[in-house]
């Protein structure tokens, strides 16, 4: 079993849209929790960062944790074609030093 | 603004072959890294990097090996390609700043192919 599960999908959604990713986990240890997107032939780069349970807000997207169910996730609001990539989750425990565990990531396309 | 620069966007080799994946990065980064991403897979880390001269065996070591002679330089090494080693390698670097926020930053990535 993976330690960190998520649907590769591909998900397609209208412009305008809010789109839901999500992650479980099995390691109740993780503390860290991140969203990388990596758009189509670029590395991943860093969206969203979290620490612990909660949720955290940026512009359109708006990532939540929620450790009693070992999920995670990641809403985007008014979606747009640029939103267009593979999401990646990612998470770290505290004694990991700089690992991480990454999940498979979604692909996420927006159509105009 | 950080960059993460890898020699090779594509690149093909034949069985048995010895391979060399660069990556250099311009920020000064004590951490660095190398992964290699399969679809269905994920990212996976290969090996990663302290500091110069250390290094530290990650989830999927086997067949590889890595150089780091000197702060910006990360080298992946390949000693004797094979086919299962058709992937996308993505080298990253890692600021470590003060609270354990995780700002790894990739490079653009190395389509391997061997043939």
């Known amino acids: 079993q993976k330690e960190v599960e998520q649907d590769p999908g591909p998900l397609s959604v209208p412009e305008g849209a809010i789109v839901s990713l999500n992650c479980t986990y099995s390691n109740s240890a993780f503390q860290y929790f991140m969203w990388y997107r990596q758009y189509s032939r670029k590395g991943p780069e860093l969206l969203m960062y979290?620490?612990?349970?909660g949720n955290k807000e940026d512009g359109r997207f708006t990532a939540q944790v929620d450790k009693s169910s070992k999920y995670i996730s990641l809403f985007i609001r008014d979606s747009q074609p640029s939103d267009s990539a593979t999401y990646l989750c990612a998470m770290k425990w505290e004694t990991s030093g700089s690992r991480l565990t990454f999940g498979e990531g979604t692909q996420l396309t927006v159509n105009p | 603004d950080v960059k993460v620069t890898q020699s090779s966007r594509y690149l093909v080799k034949r069985t048995g072959e010895k391979v060399f994946l660069e990556c250099v990065q311009d920020?000064?980064?004590?951490?660095m890294f190398w992964y290699r991403q399969d679809p269905g897979l994920g990212l996976r880390l290969i090996y990663f990097?302290?500091?110069?001269?250390?290094?530290e065996k990650g989830d999927i070591p086997e067949g590889y090996s890595v150089s780091r002679e000197k702060k910006e330089r990360f080298s992946l090494i390949l000693e004797s390609a094979s086919t299962n080693q058709t992937s996308m390698y993505l080298c990253?670097?890692?600021?470590?700043?003060?609270?354990?926020?995780?700002?790894?930053?990739f490079g653009p990535g190395t389509r391997l192919t061997v043939l």
């Open positions: 920020m000064d980064h004590e951490n």
């Open positions: 979290t620490y612990s349970s």
């Open positions: 990097s302290y500091d110069v001269k250390m290094k």
């Open positions: 990253a670097s890692r600021s470590t700043t003060i609270g354990g926020r995780e700002d790894q930053y």
